[in-house]
């Protein structure tokens, strides 16, 4: 549970340089409907939150992360199997 | 919810393109008078939006070539090579692009996207990883994603970045597949291929060359950027497709690898599809003769590339690359790209209108190909309609 909360805080510093403070995060905010991001800025975010966790995270999961909290559990998933 | 609410957007952007008047993915080219000429709404227009980079779609060898195989081997084959047989081009079309690649062998597809689509989709699967550039072609995401892989992306002609990623997979790297474009169709940048080949030999992984836009742009014989770049011999996979400087319809893979011709077997997209017509192939192969021994062409094609090109930076435009086959112009917001579009097509240039999510960092693009048949009046024809629309902005 610690694990998942320091994914999380180290998440909300990184979604932040996106929203620029303008829209208030937590885990139940969708990346696409809440944080008004389009496709190609989604990529983007997943990028830098790549470089901030060191991991790399599959294409494949994608579609499968629709929030904050379920980004946060597939970036666990991956830390925990490296 | 119902099966058609998902494409409510889509609708939308449709009734909008409607409302302004203008349609860029329905353009109808009433007769194709050459490889650089057309009759759009009945008004001549330069086709600067083509591919045609070498502009053999008209030459008159390529065309008797077909002509004798569709009179002495019929209208199309019916079927797929594995249950219906192959004719003997086909076969004859992929031992000659091994010989031009110096490679063991080749496997031709009835498209260059179900090339990328068959490669892929057979060559890497569950418990494989797959490492593409982010501004690799769709073809090559759909064909990871058909297979099955692992499949990660690394920046943009960024091989530290690549190496990065593939240092994060430890031991796995050395079965790693790196793929990655000679030229970027989007922008028509180049790869860092001499970088990326180096990174490819430290972790000992696979790299494949999708030369779609560069081959017969590239290299001394036109094959492309690997040979430009003397990495022929790195790329464990070249792919390419007969429908740009070939001026036809297919593509292909070469390799050494033995294990390629097993490709053929696990293919779904080869399997199941019909085989190239045998018109297509003769075409093709009478072209792949033209583009080796083509480099007036290939002359021609950069000295066509960098007239528009100088233009165009000229002019004040930003462009998305240096001088290349494909000159990108960036134009500021959708709406005015799609104006600008319009007001190309009606001062009688036909060009492609790239638009977000499909283009790089969200912007919008208006796409001119150059091909080698241009003439240097048609360029300029081309570079004052965009004078025109810079004045008019």
């Known amino acids: ?82 | 919810m119902g099966i058609f609410d998902k494409f409510q957007a889509l609708a939308a952007n449709r009734r909008e393109l409607e409302t302004l008047g203008i349609d860029p993915f329905g353009v109808q080219i009433e007769q194709i008078i050459s490889p650089t000429e057309g009759l759009i709404n009945g008004q001549h227009t330069i086709l600067a939006g083509t591919n045609n980079y070498l502009g053999l779609t008209f030459d008159p060898d390529c065309i008797a070539a077909a002509r004798t195989a569709l009179e002495f081997e019929g209208t199309g084959t019916t079927g797929s090579r594995m249950a219906n047989g192959s004719y003997s081009g086909h076969r004859k079309l992929e031992q000659e692009l091994a010989s031009f690649y110096g490679k063991r062998d080749a496997i031709v597809f009835s498209t260059g996207y179900q090339a990328n689509l068959g490669l892929l989709a057979a060559l890497v699967g569950p418990g494989d990883v797959v490492l593409l550039d982010a501004d690799c072609h769709a073809s090559i995401y759909d064909g990871c994603r058909l297979g099955g892989a692992e499949t990660i992306r690394f920046r943009h002609n960024n091989a530290q970045d690549l190496a990065k990623r593939l240092r994060r997979l430890g031991a796995r790297a050395a079965d790693a597949l790196v793929v990655v474009e000679g030229i970027y169709s989007m922008l028509g940048d180049h790869a860092p291929l001499q970088e990326i080949a180096a990174v490819k030999q430290e972790f000992g992984c696979y790299l494949m060359v999708d030369e779609a836009h560069s081959l017969g742009v590239l290299g001394e014989r036109g094959r492309g950027l690997v040979e430009e770049l003397d990495v022929i011999a790195d790329a464990d996979f070249i792919m390419g497709t007969f429908s740009k400087s070939l001026g036809s319809a297919g593509g292909f893979c070469v390799s050494d690898l033995a294990e390629l011709d097993l490709i053929r077997y696990s293919s779904r997209p080869y399997i199941f599809t019909a085989s190239p017509s045998p018109a297509t192939i003769a075409s093709t192969r009478c072209a792949l003769r033209k583009l080796a021994a083509g480099s007036h062409l290939r002359q021609r094609l950069h000295d066509n590339a960098k007239r528009l090109h100088a233009g165009l930076t000229a002019l004040g435009y930003t462009l998305g690359a240096p001088p290349s086959p494909v000159v990108a112009v960036v134009i500021e917001g959708r709406i005015e790209a799609l104006t600008f579009w319009k007001d190309l097509l009606q001062h009688g240039v036909y060009s492609n209108l790239m638009l977000p999510p499909v283009t790089p960092n969200g912007v919008s693009l208006i796409r001119c190909s150059v091909s080698a048949a241009h003439t240097a009046e048609q360029i300029d024809a081309v570079c004052a309609a965009f004078a025109d629309l810079r004045v008019t902005a």
């Open chain 1, 1 to 82: 549970m610690a694990e998942y909360q320091r994914i999380l805080s180290n998440l909300y510093d990184g979604l932040a340089s996106f929203t620029k403070g303008t829209v208030k995060v937590d885990e139940d905010t969708e990346l696409v409907g809440d944080l008004n991001l389009d496709s190609l800025q989604i990529m983007e975010l997943l990028l830098s939150i790549e470089d901030r966790f060191d991991i790399s995270i599959p294409v494949s999961i994608l579609p499968d992360v629709k929030t904050v909290r379920d980004l946060a559990m597939q970036i666990k998933k991956i830390t925990q199997s490296e």
